[in-house]
């Protein structure tokens, strides 16, 4: 194990063979670390925090402090769980979870840029990337190969789907519904994520059904329920199931088309 000499591991914590520690971090309690982690300079992993296994941790990050929440309280601290293959950029900040059993959770192959911050209670899928300075507040739940810009800053309990694209600077206060890209303050629909859909290989029938099915949805004068009932009558691919299901089960509503 190669642990810098000024670096900080509670004798708890729980860190793999293969794991490197650099100069000034600090590993707390009950801390577990996988398999060919790199844990950089003067990071700090907070009590708790899981993380799987090649994960890179870079200068300043802070994973699993406690919540930014006036109400809380140490003995209602839940965790932060970590998957594999992701990495952290310079002073990233998310934080433990606090009011859901799971706690704060993060899936594989995640990119967080240098400023990002993830609030108490997030669900962040695998395979996204997050812009600078980006902000997601707590229990925001994303789902795959999303990307969120520079400055972004998400509403708690919005719902982001799979492969959206969030331009730069935008607010977010409705969930998002996935394959599309959305910009603006507050944000809007402005068209499909055409080119992440291109380079996840997705075949033009299926980007061509996605287009028709938000065609529907947004464009036909028909309200929301009418919309969903005419599509389910219609053969769908699994992509425009996915976006029926997204409308049905939006709590905070659905970010409407500009």
């Not at 509670?10 to 793999?16: E, K």
């Not at 293969?18 to 100069?23: A, D, L, N």
């Not at 977010?172 to 996935?178: L, T, Y």
């Amino acid at each position: 194990m190669n642990i810098h000499p000024t670096a900080i591991v509670h004798d708890s914590a729980r860190l793999h063979a293969s794991v490197e520690v650099g100069p000034y971090s600090i590993i707390d309690a009950n801390v577990v670390i996988g398999e060919g982690c790199r844990i950089e300079s003067s990071v700090r992993i907070f009590q708790d925090t899981r993380l799987g296994r090649d994960n890179r941790v870079c200068h300043g990050a802070l994973l699993g402090c406690e919540p930014q929440d006036l109400g809380f309280a140490p003995e209602k601290s839940r965790p932060l769980l970590i998957g594999d293959h992701n990495h952290f950029r310079e002073g990233v900040n998310i934080s433990r979870g606090v009011k859901t059993e799971g706690g704060s959770q993060i899936g594989d192959h995640n990119y967080f840029m240098c400023g990002f911050h993830a609030g108490h209670d997030c669900r962040l899928g695998s395979h996204n990337i997050f812009g600078p300075n980006s902000a997601i507040a707590g229990h925001v739940e994303l789902g795959e190969r999303i990307f969120i810009s520079g400055l972004v800053a998400i509403h708690q309990f919005c719902f982001i789907g799979d492969y959206a694209m969030i331009a730069g600077c935008a607010k977010v206060v409705k969930d998002i519904p996935p394959y599309v890209t959305c910009d603006g303050n507050p944000a809007r629909v402005i068209g499909l994520n055409t080119v992440g859909l291109r380079r996840a290989g997705m075949p033009s029938a299926n980007r061509a059904a996605i287009k028709q099915t938000y065609k529907i949805l947004y464009h036909s004068g028909l309200n929301t329920s009418q919309a969903l009932a005419q599509l389910k009558q219609e053969n769908s691919t699994p992509e425009s199931a996915n976006i029926i299901r997204f409308f049905e089960q939006s709590d905070r509503g659905v970010t409407a088309h500009r």
